[in-house]
């Protein structure tokens, strides 16, 4: 069993979460997948990470 973890550029957007997806069912060994923040799609765009710190701030 193999775990694989996707996170920021490899799940910003639909196209890149389907190549997450050929990877994934590329080896049959690959049975757990942990995703974490996406990255972002653009310059203006906020990651997870940052508007969590944003909400704290206005606290």
Same mark, same amino acid.
């Given at each position: 069993?193999?775990?694989? *973890?996707?996170? %920021?550029?490899?799940? !910003?957007? &639909?196209?890149?979460? @389907?190549?997450?997806? /050929?990877?994934? &069912?590329?080896?049959? !060994?690959?049975?757990?997948?942990? #995703?974490? !923040?996406? %990255? *972002?799609?653009? *310059? %203006?765009? /906020? *990651?997870?990470?940052?508007? @969590?710190?944003?909400? !704290? #701030?206005?606290?």
């Amino acid at each position: 069993m193999k775990v694989c *973890k996707f996170g %920021g550029s490899s799940v !910003a957007s &639909a196209e890149q979460i @389907l190549k997450v997806i /050929d990877i994934v &069912a590329s080896d049959p !060994a690959r049975r757990v997948v942990v #995703v974490s !923040a996406p %990255g *972002k799609r653009f *310059k %203006g765009d /906020d *990651k997870v990470t940052d508007m @969590l710190i944003s909400c !704290a #701030v206005r606290v």
